[in-house]
Each structure stands twice: as structure tokens, then as C-alpha cells.
Nanobody, 115 residues
Framework: QVQLVESGGGLVQPGGSLRLSCAAS????????MAWYRQAPGKQRDLVAV???????NYADSVKGRFSISRDNAANTVYLQMNSLKPEDTAVYYC?????????WGQGTQVTVSS
């Protein structure tokens, strides 16, 4: 059974940093692209960053230069380093993987940026 478990969220002041982790289990992830999404209250869930099996990355324009996605295949873990956080980054952050015909999501971790 595929499981994704996020951690690392919390309350941080504007300009601060957080590192999110997504621990994956239940299948081989090293050959799959992984992604982070986020959803703010009353808004749709949006793609934040994606990393391919080969380590190529892509980011939403709103986080380019501030966020960095990485992966540790040996640990089946994907990370999202978030720097220079802004109040508009406040959201629930979700880890995501697509396998065969299914989408898998973690339970989400809350990130709140506020003074």
C-alpha cells in the first residue's frame, strides 16, 4: 500500500525558513517523479515544485528562487526547502505521486507564515 507522510510544517515569521519532508513507502519511488502541492483556504490546490526520477526540477513562478525540491532515493524521501517565506505561502502542503492510473496524496502539513 502506497503511503506518503509529510512533516516539518509549522508557524514561521515572514522571511524565515522551513524544510518539509515526505516519507514514501509501499513501492519503489526512485523511478518516479514526485511533487509538492499546496492549498490555501478557499483556493484550489496548486503545484509548487516537481522533481523527476533523474533529479530535474521545476517550480511555480511564485516560489522560484526561494524554494528548492530534492530527493533522497535511498531513504524514499522528498524534501522541500522553503526560504524567504511570505504570508502568501501560508497553506497546507501536500506530497504527491502518480503511479499507474492512480494519484496518491499525503495527509498534508500546515505552513503558516505570520508575524
Amino acid at each position: 500500500q502506497v503511503q506518503l507522510v509529510e512533516s516539518g510544517g509549522g508557524l514561521v515569521q515572514p522571511g524565515g525558513s522551513l524544510r518539509l519532508s515526505c516519507a514514501a513507502s509501499g513501492t519503489i519511488f526512485s523511478n518516479r517523479a514526485m511533487a509538492w502541492y499546496r492549498q490555501a483556504p478557499g483556493k484550489q490546490r496548486d503545484l509548487v515544485a516537481v522533481i523527476t526520477s533523474g533529479g530535474n526540477t521545476n517550480y511555480a513562478d511564485s516560489v522560484k528562487g526561494r524554494f528548492s525540491i530534492s530527493r533522497d532515493n535511498a531513504a524514499n524521501t522528498v524534501y522541500l526547502q522553503m526560504n524567504s517565506l511570505k504570508p502568501e505561502d501560508t497553506a497546507v502542503y501536500y506530497c504527491y505521486v502518480h503511479i499507474a492510473i492512480r494519484d496518491y496524496w499525503g495527509q498534508g502539513t500546515q505552513v503558516t507564515v505570520s508575524s
